[in-house]
């Protein structure tokens, strides 16, 4: 379908460490040298920066890479169809997400996996620009992120409303009301997630057009790990809805409706804009477009 030494050069970009490249394509680094100076040779190019150790491709090299994972996309949509002609589509689904679609993306990936016993299941908790880069380089096949992270090579599909509320420890100073102001949260002690995260950058954004700058003394890349930090008593955090009608209000904490503003983030489906879509890609659009159609109504999954 496409030499094994175009897949050695996409587990060397993917890598950037010819031993890591050489151990995930299950060879020696020596024959993975060896297939990418094949390259070199047939295609009359340098493709690899070297020194004493990889330091990137050269502009001919990215060239050869993007042209590289093309056909391997090809390659893997052609034997997607084939399996789908004989036995129902097969292989394994590979879906980015942001942190705080974690839980709620399952909704979608057991719709799919009940239509499609086949198909292994592969989510992978990621930032918005980890999941673009995904997409433009084939090895996501879905990712699920605020919709405003659209562009014109990506096809969105929303699927929920995402609004926010306050989760403190269950001794806040805010107990016996069901509402607290952005205002008011800015002024208790914050865990977040990390700057890099597409949410913390919106809730940044809500805060700044108050004249607000909060500083969170506790940062993570994980949505599980803030509800087990503001359990623990110290901390509060703004997080999404969703999460906590899918898994629960943790102990020992209470939540609190967010107002003025009350705001909400469009969340959803992306995928490359590209045609042929491989059978994998049309079959997860073909799910979330049941789903999308049955929520009409509801402003989340549920």
């Keep these: ?24 394509c299950h060879v020696s680094a020596s024959t993975l040298s060896a297939a990418i100076r094949d390259i070199e040779s047939e295609l009359g190019v340098t493709v690899v920066e070297r020194g004493q150790q990889f330091s990137g491709l050269t502009r001919e090299g990215e060239r050869v890479l993007e042209c590289v994972r093309q056909m391997a996309a090809r390659a893997e949509g052609l034997r997607q169809e084939l399996s789908q002609m004989q036995d129902g589509l097969a292989g394994r689904l590979r879906l980015g997400v942001i942190p705080t679609g974690l839980t709620a993306v399952a909704t979608l990936t057991a719709a799919f996996a009940r239509r499609h016993p086949l198909v292994d299941v592969e989510v992978l908790s990621m930032s918005t620009q980890q999941i673009l880069a995904g997409l433009r380089s084939f090895e996501l096949d879905g990712g699920i992120a605020y919709q405003e992270s659209t562009a014109a090579d990506l096809d969105a599909l929303p699927l929920w409303r995402e609004n926010h509320v306050l989760l403190t420890p269950a001794s806040s100073p805010f107990e016996g009301r069901d509402c607290v102001t952005w205002q008011e949260a800015a002024q208790i002690p914050l865990g977040l997630l990390t700057p890099n995260m597409h949410n913390r950058q919106t809730i940044d954004a809500v805060f700044a057009s108050l004249g607000q700058k909060p500083h969170p003394t506790f940062e993570t890349d994980s949505i599980i790990s803030i509800l087990a930090h503001v359990s623990a008593g110290h901390w509060s955090s703004i997080v999404p809805r969703a999460v906590l009608d899918l898994i629960g209000v943790p102990a020992g904490t209470r939540v609190f409706d967010l107002r003025e503003p009350v705001v909400e983030w469009a969340t959803g489906l992306l995928v490359l804009n590209r045609q042929p879509r491989t059978p994998m890609v049309e079959a997860l659009l073909n799910e979330a477009r049941a789903l999308a159609h049955g929520m009409q109504d509801s402003t989340r999954i549920g």
């Design 1 to 24: 379908m496409i030499a094994r030494k175009f897949l050695y050069l996409i587990a060397l970009a993917r890598e950037k460490h010819f031993g890591r490249a050489a151990e995930a």
